[in-house]
């Protein structure tokens, strides 16, 4: 039996840990610099709040409500799912993470009733961190994301719903639409719909060679059988990322390429933290850049381009260093930039790891190792960001050079404080 732990409106639910006076009310998260709504409670859902909405549209579309409204904050999300995390490999046998808010698991056979144990864990995270949990429990991957949905959306399942047989599973594939099914894109959905299948069930009564010879991809053959009660995901293809990509939309406008070297270093830095947090490095670092697209008025240019690595690294400085030797080749002056962009790509484990003859020495390679955990210790003690590299560090106008970093540097006008992680930020009982 597979699981999948899934926590409600997970930035929204973080932010509601300290400020419990914002249950029952309506509560939004916006993207980085501001831009637009990524998270919304049930309430605000209720409202017509869409996801995606500018944030300056908020006031104009919904005049005189009460709308909370954070920035969003990362460290502090990062912190209490860590925590979530830490209480599910506690209850469960085998699991491992897929995002930030959604853990899989994998559970045997037992004495214990499933929705006794799935209850219990939804309680204990609610008790112990603060946060909301659905639990969906069924005998493929694809079919418990549809029953942690059902957890979600009706109470009856009391946080954990559980698939164990052929009435549940057409009747949640009756209530799921084809566009919610895990592994259905959005193209893929609209093929579907044209073939009039508009639910999980729609698709799965096909027969298979109708699947395969309609769309000719593996990918969605594996969710059909999914959806019919055969497990043919593999646990390596879920856990492993081809990629890691950290990009940002600019505060205004950049012209100049020292300050984008700034913005690019700390794009780089987060990749390589990213890297070493899930024991992985890479061999290729790539960096985009463009305009804004929607200014006609301006001229327009977009470019990415790729280094490769002598030897695949998780470094800071060596990941950093390729990705501003990447944008010096790609920055063109004369342009105004709005977004820039660093991937690492070829992912593999950091061991082994077949080092170069031309590449530097391994006690040097062994030296970074350690200034990286060494960083990486401090961080996780004093605060993200407590030690940067020299060019991850933002010069203030008109400060006569005095140096800020990166979160200081991303609009964040509705940022809450990080009571778990700063100490300047720790709770005060009055």
């Known amino acids: 039996m597979y699981g999948i732990a899934d926590l409600d409106n997970c930035y929204v639910s973080c932010e509601r840990v300290f400020r419990p006076d914002l249950n ?28 995606g909405i500018p944030y300056f549209q908020l ?11 954070f920035s969003s904050n990362y ?13 599910i490999s506690q209850e469960a046998p085998a699991y491992f993470r897929y995002s930030i808010d959604e853990c899989f698991m994998y559970l045997p056979d037992s004495a214990e009733p499933l929705q006794n144990w799935g209850e219990h864990l939804h309680k204990r995270v609610k008790r112990e961190v603060g946060l909301p949990l659905s639990i969906g429990l069924a005998p493929t991957k694809t079919l418990a994301k549809i029953a942690s949905k059902l957890a979600k959306k009706y109470d009856v399942y009391k946080h954990c719903c559980i698939i164990d047989n052929e009435y549940k599973r057409e009747r949640a594939l009756q209530w799921c639409p084809i566009e919610d099914v895990w592994g259905i894109g959005r193209r893929y959905a609209a093929k ?38 055969e497990d043919v995901v593999p646990n390596e293809q879920l856990a492993k990322k081809q990629s890691i990509c950290t990009s940002r939309s600019f505060n205004g406008m950049i012209s100049d390429i020292d300050s984008l070297k700034t913005h690019v270093s700390n794009y780089a830095a987060r990749c390589a933290e990213k890297l070493r947090r899930q024991e992985t490095v890479a061999s290729t670092v790539g960096v985009f850049l463009h305009t804004n697209a929607f ?3 301006l001229p327009q240019y977009w470019n990415f381009r790729e280094q490769q690595l002598i030897t695949p690294s998780n470094s800071t400085t060596t990941i950093v260093q390729a990705a501003l030797s990447v944008l010096e080749s790609i920055y063109r002056p004369g342009y105004s930039y709005k977004k820039a962009g660093v991937i690492v790509l070829d992912i593999r484990p950091d061991s082994p790891i077949q080092q170069d003859l031309f590449d530097i020495s391994t006690q040097q390679i062994t030296k970074m ?12 003690i004093h605060g993200s960001e407590t030690i940067v590299l020299s060019a991850q560090q933002y010069i203030q106008k008109g400060s006569r050079g005095k140096a800020d970093v990166f979160a200081n540097a991303i609009k964040h006008d509705f940022k809450s404080k990080n009571p778990t992680t700063r100490w300047s930020d720790i709770i005060k009982l009055k």
């Open 59 to 69: 006031a104009e579309l919904f005049p005189g409500q009460q709308i909370a409204v």
């Open 75 to 87: 460290e502090l999300y990062g912190e209490l799912t860590g925590r979530v995390v830490s209480i």
């Open 369 to 380: 190792r350690l200034l990286d955990q060494v960083v990486d210790r401090i961080n996780r």
């Open 295 to 297: 200014r006609d008025d």
């Open 192 to 229: 579907l719909q044209s073939f009039g299948c508009n639910t999980a069930l729609d698709f799965a009564k096909h027969h298979k060679d109708w699947v395969r010879e309609t769309f000719n991809n593996i990918n969605i053959l594996r969710t059909w059988q999914e959806l019919n009660g």
């Open 24 to 51: 029952g009310k309506p509560v939004v998260v916006l993207s980085n610099n501001d831009g637009c709504v990524v998270a919304r409670s049930n309430e605000a859902k209720t409202m017509g709040i869409k996801e």
